[in-house]
């Protein structure tokens, strides 16, 4: 309080922006590294417990020690040898990326139309859009393969990708996002005569990374993990994907034994959505700056 | 000129309107289509076999009545409520301390989201040894409490494992909305001599709305139509049938797809209720 | 440029569409079946091996074989019956048969002179499994088990038991249950896993009780019945007043139901036929300890045990279904190589007197189980019933509430269920 009350005024001013930051750094490096990674390391410990298990011989998986009393890397490996697991990594990825992109494209288009366009119609189908949503999966799988036989697209890639090609989460998700932006940028954009394709390419997608990315994220995530739709269209072995392939190894090792190469071949299905993670996270700190946002 | 202008901005409607197509020719035949069906199925007893029969709306008159349907109401409200509630609300937080390029924070990310990234088949044998009555949280805990296998705490144990499973999800959004915010304005507001809070309060929660509106909308829907965690950690035993399990018995083991598609429609007007609420609440104070 | 993109995405989706869209089955006297079963790893490889063979001697036909795993098997399968889809030949236990798709009408019944063929090949009653309320036979079995018990010696003998004089009552599986506990071995528990699975248990117990689940004209419920609350209340009475073992740490993992008896945290356990050959795979060790004896009984001058078996029928909706017949006929006819290769029993006339079954273990044990045994009951909405039975098992065993009431309440729901 002295401190202050002998301070000169113009050195306060010039001073306490400085000083600011700092003690904001050292607030947010205390709460990142004192309390968020704890926190993480506990959230994590779970998964570390599950490659923990995955390499237990197989008389120790359902004790609850941590440590496996020896190393049984053969479980990484035993997946590909027992069954096709390549294969169903190989279908996952393909069916996976496919779904993603088709939803990335598909949904940014519909939202870029639903937030910046007005046209009769407009709020109705962007309702029924987001009422898709609200029904139970599982019951719209009767009609949905009745369908799909109907297309001959059972035991098809075709079957596995088209159906999930377009998502309402992912139309809310970046109509919300794309509402955001100033339709003066858009406006100036038109006047320069830039065509309504080459501003959604060259504006709004730029601008749209993080969403769209936190888009891409969890359709992949979704689709990756999805299980019962892959099983009633994709159900051979060249289209089965990795949890049906998981779900028939559960059963196939009707035994403990089972249980660790089980969970090998999970913690090996973490693997892409991690990469992909690591790969887009970037995108959710960066931000955006002013000067690029109001140009 | 104006007729130019005019000319112009009814191409420009035909175009945006054109940019919604591929989505709309998606959702129309690979979902409202069957959506539809499902809506008439459910006057039919129908048994996936044999032909539907009309019935009105005796499926509906059945749930009214049915017990097992209401109890399938708690168990997904008590879900709902304790699960999504602290799930939401530490991703805001964590999102708040992890929007820093401090070295070290994207690998403090990466913990978090983790486990959204294993599935629920894979990961139930991990929970369910962390839930023996002499597992490691009953250690921890310095319990003995048999979590999956009693009335009094299985559905806190579904809490508890969901709570894991779900928070990265929203984390992942709530990041991804925080980056949309100018640095400069926060700063600002910091430089203003505005507190943490107040900044928080009245710079990054306002314009985080739109994605918060997003997560909260995604969170209701995902806490009513959960059924994966429930079928891997407990088959829907000791209160924890929830709707959408219910739905799926009663749909595929029970072979009712008639009353199962009653509940489905059901299950669809109160989200459609919600989640309308929702983001016209969260418009509302936009303005 | 701007709709160039546009008509981009619509062609990402038309070409997805069209490049993958896979063909239907070919023309002509080419036979293509399909064959779907549940898993079990032996059964699949011995399937594929007669599938080999039979292809080899048809050329004209190919079968497309998938192994669908257990809790799913019911979705994928109604799914694809419900548009008229679905396998030609379809593997299935007799409670799905019996309850569901034979009075559903959705499975082709054999000829009349194949049916007095086969019934002149198998044991009397043995295809009641299959058989329809019309007397027609719908499948043949490839698999068909009976009610045992298993015991492993090491313990009984650590806990000063002899294994050569095995508990014959439940009231002595509660004693010698004591005697293990006391020694620190394991005891003996039952399973606790899916509905089907505690719907099965109890039924051990109904037979030698006496009691049903529901009345004989499947009308009315009658598991709350004095001989129904006995079943429950000796299964109560063996885990929790006798503490032979405990439901709360007993593995609820429903792929592994022998995993307690593996690992010793039970000595006794019910045992089928083909849970020897698993554990023989899984865990040699108890394997060499394990000793099957009879199941042990309430009145062990009246011995019950409960059958149950896995049939092979052709779906109504087959365009070949004299084809699958022939298909069916091949793969029932090598019941040497299913004893053989994968402990199944198929139970044609004298399978016990056969080279093959004479290295089949414990062969006396299972020989006398196929003497007496009934399968279980059935009623329309069965999966229901099941549930119903869970629920008042879990709260009785699980979480301490009384038999009478909670097998009440069960009768209620059943009762509703039945009603409609």
Same mark, same amino acid.
């Given at each position: ?27 947010? @490096? ?142 809310? /998700? ?81 035994? @403990?034994?089972?249980?660790?190469? /089980? ?28 000067? @690029?946002?109001?140009? | ?69 209401? !109890? ?59 839930? !023996? ?44 909305? &925080? ?25 990054? &929660? ?82 | ?420």
């Amino acid at each position: 309080m002295t401190d202050v009350l002998k301070r000169p005024p113009v050195a306060v001013s010039s001073a306490t922006p400085v000083r600011r930051r700092r003690r904001r750094v050292n607030v947010r @490096a205390v709460v990142l590294y004192g309390l968020l990674l704890p926190g993480g390391l506990l959230f994590a410990s779970v998964f570390v417990y599950a490659v923990l298990s995955a390499l237990k011989p197989a008389d120790e998986v359902l004790s609850t020690h941590w440590w496996p009393s020896r190393f049984v890397w053969s479980n990484f490996t035993l997946p590909f040898t027992t069954v096709p697991f390549a294969r169903y990594y190989l279908n996952s990825v393909v069916v996976g990326v496919a779904v993603t992109l088709l939803n990335v494209v598909t949904c940014t288009l519909a939202a870029y139309s639903f937030s910046k366009f007005s046209y009769r119609g407009r709020t109705l189908l962007y309702l029924i859009v987001l009422a898709t949503m609200m029904i139970p999966l599982e019951v719209i799988y009767v009609p949905l393969y009745a369908l799909v036989f109907k297309l001959h697209w059972v035991n098809s890639f075709a079957g596995l990708i088209v159906p999930a090609g377009t998502s309402a989460f992912g139309i809310l /998700l970046m109509r919300q996002s794309i509402n955001g932006l100033p339709d003066e940028v858009l406006d100036a954009a038109r006047l320069d005569g830039a065509g309504e394709m080459r501003i959604l390419w060259r504006i709004v997608a730029p601008m749209m990374t993080a969403p769209m990315s936190a888009l891409a994220l969890v359709v992949f995530m979704t689709t990756w993990d999805s299980h019962l739709w892959p099983l009633l269209v994709g159900s051979d072995d060249g289209h089965k994907t990795l949890p049906v392939g998981l779900a028939a190894m559960q059963a196939d090792n009707a035994g @403990a034994t089972g249980i660790p190469m /089980l969970v090998a071949a999970a913690v090996m299905a973490v693997l892409p959505t991690l990469l992909l993670f690591c790969f887009l996270q970037k995108r959710f700190v960066e931000g955006i700056t002013m000067s @690029a946002g109001i140009q | 000129m104006t007729t130019l202008n005019v000319r112009a901005s009814a191409h420009r409607k035909i175009i945006g309107a054109v940019f919604a197509v591929p989505a709309l020719a998606l959702f129309g035949l690979f979902a409202v289509y069957p959506m539809v069906r499902v809506f008439y199925i459910s006057l039919f007893d129908y048994d996936l076999t044999s032909p539907p029969h009309w019935v009105g709306f005796a499926n509906y008159g059945f749930l009214w009545h049915s017990e097992q349907f209401h !109890q399938s109401l708690e168990a997904t409200g008590f879900y709902l409520l304790f699960t999504y509630v602290p799930a939401v609300l530490l991703a805001l937080l964590l999102a708040l301390g992890l929007d820093t390029k401090l070295p070290g924070s994207g690998f403090i990310r990466l913990l978090y989201f983790a486990p959204v990234a294993m599935s629920w088949v894979a990961i139930s044998v991990i929970w369910r040894l962390l839930f !023996q009555p002499d597992g490691l949280l009953n250690q921890v805990l310095g319990t003995h409490t048999p979590w999956l296998t009693s009335a009094k705490s299985a559905e806190w144990a579904l809490v508890i494992a969901s709570v894991w499973k779900e928070t990265g999800l929203f984390l992942i959004l709530f990041l991804a909305g &925080l980056s949309r915010i100018p640095r400069e304005l926060r700063e600002a507001a910091s430089l203003d001599g505005a507190g943490a809070f107040r900044s928080f309060r009245y710079i990054t &929660l306002p314009l985080l709305k739109p994605m918060t509106a997003v997560v909260c909308v995604m969170a209701v829907i995902r806490g009513c139509q959960s059924f994966s965690p429930q079928v891997v950690l407990t088959g829907g035993s000791f209160k924890t049938q929830v709707v959408n399990l219910y739905v799926y018995k009663t749909a595929f083991e029970n072979a009712r797809m008639g009353r199962a598609s009653a509940v489905a429609v059901l299950l669809f007007f109160a989200l459609l209720m919600v989640t309308m609420l929702q983001l016209r609440l969260f418009r509302s104070g936009e303005r | 440029m701007k709709k160039l993109s546009a008509v981009l995405a619509l062609c990402v989706v038309g070409v997805a569409m069209t490049a993958c869209g896979s063909g239907s089955s070919g023309s002509g006297d080419k036979v293509h079946l399909t064959f779907w079963t549940h898993t079990h790893p032996p059964m699949i490889a011995l399937n594929k091996k007669l599938i080999a063979e039979y292809e080899k001697a048809h050329p004209n036909v190919t079968i497309d074989y998938q192994q669908i795993p257990n809790t799913d098997f019911n979705t994928k399968m109604l799914t694809s019956l419900s548009n008229g889809s679905g396998p030609d030949v379809i593997n299935m236990d007799d409670v799905a048969l019996r309850g569901d798709y034979i009075p559903k009408r959705l499975l082709a019944p054999m000829d009349s002179a194949a049916q007095t063929a086969a019934e002149g090949r198998y044991l009397p009653n043995t295809l009641d499994g299959a058989k329809g309320p019309d007397g027609k036979v719908y499948g043949l079995p490839t698999e068909f088990n009976a009610t045992a018990f298993a015991i492993n010696k090491a313990a009984f003998k650590k806990a000063g038991l002899d294994p050569a004089d095995p508990p014959k009552t439940w009231d002595d599986v509660a004693a010698d249950g004591k005697k293990l506990i006391a020694a620190g071995q394991g005891g003996f528990n039952f399973l606790y896993l899916s509905a089907g699975q505690y719907t099965q248990q109890l039924q051990i117990l109904l037979n030698e009780t006496g009691g049903r689940i529901v009345s004989d004209d499947g009308k009315k419920a009658t598991i709350d019945q004095p001989l129904g609350v006995q079943a429950l209340e000796l299964w109560n009475t063996l885990v929790n007043k006798d503490k032979l073992g405990d439901p709360h740490t007993a593995s609820h993992d429903a792929t592994a139901p022998f995993a307690d008896f593996e690992a010793g945290k039970t000595s006794m356990t019910v045992m089928y036929p083909w849970g020897v050959g698993q554990i023989a795979q899984d865990n040699p060790k108890t394997y060499k300890n394990m000793e099957v004896v009879p199941l042990p009984q309430v009145d062990p001058s009246k011995p019950n045990g409960r059958w149950y078996g896995y049939y092979m029928a052709v779906n109504k909706a087959s365009k070949h279904q004299a084809e699958a017949w022939k298909f069916i006929d091949y793969v029932t006819s090598q019941n040497q190589r299913w004893l053989t290769d994968v402990n199944f029993i198929q139970p044609v006339k004298d399978w016990s007197s056969s080279p093959a079954a004479a290295k089949v273990p414990f062969l006396k044990v299972w020989e006398q189980a196929y003497q007496q045994g009934r399968f279980d009951e059935v009623a329309p909405h069965w999966a229901e019933v099941q549930d119903a039975i869970k629920t008042a098992i879990e709260s009785t065993v699980l979480d301490g509430k009384p038999a009478g009431s909670t097998l009440k309440q069960a009768a209620d729901t059943i009762n509703q269920s039945l009603s409609e």
